[in-house]
């Protein structure tokens, strides 16, 4: 058998002639100083995406130099190169229209260069999956290293953090609570360190799930940007990753069904992002795993809640990190886990959780499995005549009081509509009826925003309204809290039921019997869909090929042409 090439042999351009390619890559090479010594080394890819519009990754740099260094003294040749940056705050319309694209540029220059294994350096949100789907197709050994949670501010003696606190005082802003000089104030102690946000939103969510898939090292997920272990984690992860070359430890090779599972279980014992529902289909649509959001709720049914984290809880990454971080919480998952997964170092799961605790675990962020937070998981989902597909609710951030609801449905055409309208005195609305969003989904002109999240209309957030039932096909940050019901498939832009929704109609939700209903008889729902017609498409570019390969939500807003069968998905 043939050996396979490695480091500047590997991927050769062809010109006709293999040898005179070498010896031009080698010419090129060594204009950067290298040793002939070095060049014979196996080549580790350092993946970076940093950008001055990506202030969560603003510590990159310090990051890439640690790798590098444990990759050089375990023998590596370490190269970094930049590929597109997803900063969240900054994207329009949103930044998921754009991950399928960064993950398009991952994939493409993990094959394109000579790489033996590589190193995925990121954090924001849409940046952990993009790189994982991306690495996930391009099948070259790789390990994850994230950049890690800003720290907390503190306003009037009080701990806040981007983005639930964000949110938090917004909502009292928009109550007239505070003035327009104490929310100025507020936004400048919301994010006083690099990093991503310091609550268990996506960005947090997918560094921890990527821990619990195997595809990180043991510890690493929590640790704050600024904090001196994050470099000593990127230099042992460099370390690893020079002895990854030959050892086919793909993320097809690590990520099995049993991993998938685990960090499902995670995923709902931390009561994390909805978004992370999304990402985790799309990673088992490019490895040809199955994804089930009714597997998703039946493992909620029996996974407890155990971190007490914002946006749902009291606390903070930092202090998740304090507590015992991602090892001390798979310690008490471990009854529900496959212990037989593989890790990337080689080890399975149960071995990595074999090793002592090195210090004792916070009962007031982590609690025991025999004392959880709640008996069940944060998330479930829901399905029925206004969702066929599913829908997703986070339930450990929604009012109970809400679970079991039937109301008038005040309904919003757009996200145009909705900023028309939502706060005009006159609109027709109660704190009963539920409101509801269209034509904010995968295949909309919208392309699926975080605008789930639709805000008490402010005449009701004056009189005291909190919460109330909110229903869409967009999706919601992570960091966000409240009744609200997303994800909606197919999605309006489709088709689907929630298109033909109408002001003054009855919907039904029932969390009890995952049932989300649109009350209105079929003969009249046949009229209405007589009567629509689909949003025109994009005439060109990036616009056109998501508009003409993107899928729903329960299958990760992958292209079709991406997902492991390609088109046969």
Known sequence: MTEPQRGLRRGLTQYGDPEFALFLRRSFIRSMGFSEAVLERPIVGIVT???????????????????????????????????ISLGEPYLFPTSLFLRNLMAIDVEEMIRAQPLDAVVLVGGCDKTVPAQLMGAASAEVPAVVLVVGPMLTGRYRGERLSACTDCRRFWARYRAGELDAEEIRTIEGRLAVTAGTCGVMGTASTMACLAEAMGLALPGSAAVPAVHADRLRIAEATGALAAALPGSGRTIRAIVTEKNLENAMRVLLALSGSTNAVIHLAAIAGRLGLPFSLRRLDALSEETPVLVDLKPTGRGYMEDFHAAGGMPALLRELAPLLHLDAPTIDGRTLGAVLAEPAREPVDREIIR???????????????????????????????????????????????????ARRIDDPELDVAPSDVLVLKNAGPASPARMPEAGYLPIPKKLARAGVKDMVRISDARMSGTAFGTVILHVAPDAASGGPLALARTGDRIRLSVRERRLDLLVEAE????????????????????????EEILQAPQGCDFRVLRANGREA
Do not use: Q, Y
């Open 368 to 418: 025991p499995l025999s004392d959880p937070i709640a008996p069940r998981g944060g998330l479930v989902a829901l399905f029925g005549t206004l969702a066929p597909e599913g829908a997703v609710l986070k339930r450990a951030a929604a009012s109970p009081e809400l679970f079991e609801h039937e109301g008038r449905a005040v309904v919003f055409e757009s996200l145009e509509d909705l």
């Open 524 to 547: 009249e729902l046949a009229r209405r869909r007589e009567a629509w017609r689909p949003p025109p498409p994009p005439e060109r570019g990036w616009a056109r090929l998501w508009h």
């Open 49 to 83: 995406s940093p950008s001055e519009l990506n202030t969560c990754h603003r510590t990159m740099g310090e990051l890439v130099e640690a790798v590098r260094r444990g990759a050089l003294a375990a023998g590596a040749l370490p190269l970094a190169f930049p590929t």
